[in-house]
């Protein structure tokens, strides 16, 4: 929200000091060709089951994403947390725990274990659901790369459409005047959203995305770890290898170690 509002101000304060007066965005039929034409284009590029998500990933975008993908160091505590359990108590014991998960990934995982399910058939079902996963969150994020293919090729078009209109008014040179700047408009709309929301949305989502792919990279390992009892201090060691130097100081500090 901040990098939308700060880039929308960038743009009109470039229009004051170039002196265009702002009522030159109120154009309805540049508004119209962008927006509805973009619309149209991606409901002919996709699938309607795919189009139907699009305000469900407006939400991830402008969400946290934390209660998706979660945390990692959250995460990291939990398994430790397990394996100390497990280590005294055995396998068993943590199954009283699985009403207390939030996370559906890390529940599926533990629930597999305390099954008595093999390592490695949880390996191979944990890692199918992310590869899905993955399939899902890429799908999404193609729909607004798309779109912001679509979106500046529409403002070329407005503009032609405009410049034909200017066409009309060439006995009329103060009307020629404002119908050729008018036409520039679709073009300002269509870049503006094409690089500056569509795109970059579709970069947040795949950010978004490797965020919830690597914490759940991380429960495979946690849930593999306890099956091969582990002890608390090396399930640690491994679960904060996936983590950059920097969170595993925080993880460090959290933990008071």
């Known amino acids: 929200m901040v990098g939308t509002i700060g880039a929308a101000a960038a743009l009109l304060g470039a229009m004051f000091f170039k002196g265009v007066p702002f009522s030159m965005l109120a154009n309805p039929a540049a508004i119209l060709l962008i927006i509805f034409g973009t619309v149209g284009a991606v409901l002919n590029a996709f699938p309607m089951s795919e189009a139907k998500m699009i305000p469900k990933l407006f939400g991830k975008i402008f969400g946290s994403g934390k209660a998706a993908a979660g ?6 505590k939990l398994f ?3 394996a100390q359990i497990v280590r005294k108590d055995g396998i068993l014991a943590i199954e009283k725990k699985l009403e207390e998960l939030e996370n559906p990934f890390i529940k599926r995982g533990v629930t597999l274990l305390v099954s008595g399910v093999k390592s490695s058939e949880i390996e191979t079902v944990l890692i199918d659901d992310i590869s899905a996963m993955e399939k899902r969150h890429a799908g ?3 729909v607004f790369a798309q779109a912001g293919m679509y979106s500046p090729t529409l403002g070329v078009l407005g503009a032609a459409l405009g ?3 200017a066409m009309a ?3 009329d040179s103060e009307l020629l005047a404002h119908a050729i700047a008018a036409a520039f408009v679709a073009t300002i709309y ?3 959203f094409g690089y500056v929301m569509w795109h970059p949305f579709s970069n947040k ?3 978004k995305s490797r965020e919830e792919i690597l914490n759940n990279e991380i429960v495979v390992a946690g849930v593999l770890a306890l099956a091969n009892g582990d002890p608390p201090y090396l399930v640690q060691d491994k679960l904060l290898s996936y983590l950059s130097q ?5 993880f460090t500090s959290q933990m008071g170690v």
């Open 190 to 192: 269509g870049i503006f």
């Open 71 to 76: 945390d990692k160091l959250e995460t990291i």
């Open 246 to 250: 920097r969170e595993k100081e925080n």
């Open 80 to 82: 430790v947390e397990y």
């Open 163 to 165: 410049l034909i209109a």
């Open 140 to 142: 999404g994020a193609t």
């Open 169 to 171: 008014n060439m006995d």
């Open 205 to 207: 989502l795949k950010r």
